[in-house]
């Protein structure tokens, strides 16, 4: 059911005027701006008689039931409806939002560790699981035969010596190691003037006393190659190596370098030889060395350079590493 309508701003009859104090009724009734009786009004006897001529004629059998009139005298009682009276309306404090957003923030952090708890759960247990499945992949990884794993080098990562030869790869040419206590030097792969993509290996007398043997591309950056003069191009070679190679010694002087006309694996070449000589060294009780570079025309545009020089501890050393220099070849593959 509903309520009856009412208007809680209206003021009941009898109640205290809000704006000024309750006035009677004045007699005869109220005109607006009417501050007395009307004196010209004269309210005739009540009736019951309707004007003549109305449709409507009361029964004069009927029974009436008198309204009850009004009582200025009666109280005042607010709410004169039927049921429950409304609720009210109330203003209260911020106490209720206050527990609303304490309610929210809560729920928030606890959303927020839950979240934290179980993701970082999971996320944990997700590289625990990478990480075994990792090392399990790597214990069954088969090797190859002799004990390899068949892993790659990482790419950029210098070539070592293949211990049999000595390799420039830039012309293809492989060049073995002569016989005799040679170990790596450096290389291959390495500049070092006169030379390119070298690789180098040496007889070492003593711990700063060294034999050398070393191949590779004829470097123009600091030696003229000129594959119509290889003569000249071998004179320029050595003049360059011979640039500080011998500062530690005393008197030194070299004999008239020497050419020959060599063919090596079918192509023209050039063996310039000459000995290098002094009074003392403080390194060794040595007094000459003996040197022979070799210069190789291999294409008409590049030149390989070997050169072997071979101290007097190591003399007997000296023709296998001329030897091995004239055996190079250039038709080998290299990778």
């Given at each position: 059911m509903t309520y009856p309508p009412h208007d809680p701003g209206a003021v009941p009859p009898g109640a205290p005027d809000p704006y000024g104090q309750s006035q009677p009724a004045p007699p005869g009734g109220y005109v607006p701006g009417q501050v007395g009786p009307d004196p010209g009004y004269s309210p005739g006897p009540p009736t019951t008689q309707l004007p003549a001529g109305s449709p409507y004629q009361p029964d004069p059998n009927?029974?009436?039931?008198?309204?009850?009139?009004?009582?200025?005298?009666?109280?005042?009682?607010?709410?004169?409806?039927?049921?429950p009276p409304p609720v009210q309306a109330t203003t209260k404090g911020g106490g209720g939002t206050a527990l609303l957003v304490i309610g929210v923030v809560l729920l928030m952090a606890l959303g927020a560790f839950g979240g934290y708890w179980f993701l970082g759960d999971r996320g944990e247990e997700g590289d625990l699981a990478g990480a075994e499945d990792s090392?399990?992949?790597?214990?069954?990884?088969?090797?190859?035969?002799?004990g390899e794993t068949g892993e790659e080098s990482p790419e950029g990562e210098a070539p070592l010596p293949s211990g049999t030869s000595l390799t420039v790869t830039s012309i293809g040419s492989l060049t073995p190691i002569p016989?005799?206590?040679?170990?790596?030097?450096?290389?291959?792969?390495?500049?070092?003037?006169?030379?390119?993509?070298?690789?180098?290996?040496?007889?070492?007398?003593?711990?700063?006393?060294?034999?050398?043997?070393?191949?590779?591309?004829?470097?123009?950056?600091?030696?003229?190659?000129?594959?119509?003069?290889?003569?000249?191009?071998?004179?320029?070679?050595?003049?360059?190596?011979?640039?500080?190679?011998?500062?530690?010694?005393?008197?030194?002087?070299?004999?008239?370098?020497?050419?020959?006309?060599?063919?090596?694996?079918?192509?023209?070449?050039?063996?310039?030889?000459?000995?290098?000589?002094?009074?003392?060294?403080?390194?060794?009780?040595?007094?000459?060395?003996?040197?022979?570079i070799l210069v190789v025309d291999v294409d008409g545009v590049n030149g390989f350079l070997g050169i072997a020089s071979v101290a007097q501890s190591g003399t007997d050393s000296y023709q296998s590493a001329v030897d091995a220099l004239l055996a190079t070849d250039f038709d080998a593959e290299t990778a």
């Open positions: 009927a029974q009436y039931y008198p309204q009850p009139g009004y009582d200025p005298n009666q109280p005042y009682h607010p709410y004169q409806g039927y049921g090392t399990s992949s790597q214990e069954s990884a088969p090797e190859d035969e002799g016989e005799g206590e040679w170990a790596p030097y450096y290389g291959p792969g390495v500049s070092s003037e006169p030379q390119t993509d070298a690789e180098a290996y040496a007889f070492f007398h003593t711990e700063e006393w060294i034999s050398f043997f070393g191949v590779g591309l004829f470097s123009g950056a600091s030696a003229q190659y000129d594959p119509a003069d290889l003569n000249a191009s071998a004179a320029s070679a050595a003049e360059v190596w011979l640039d500080g190679a011998f500062g530690s010694v005393q008197g030194y002087e070299m004999t008239e370098i020497a050419y020959q006309d060599v063919e090596v694996d079918g192509k023209p070449g050039v063996l310039a030889t000459w000995r290098n000589s002094w009074t003392s060294t403080p390194g060794s009780t040595d007094t000459f060395e003996d040197t022979a």
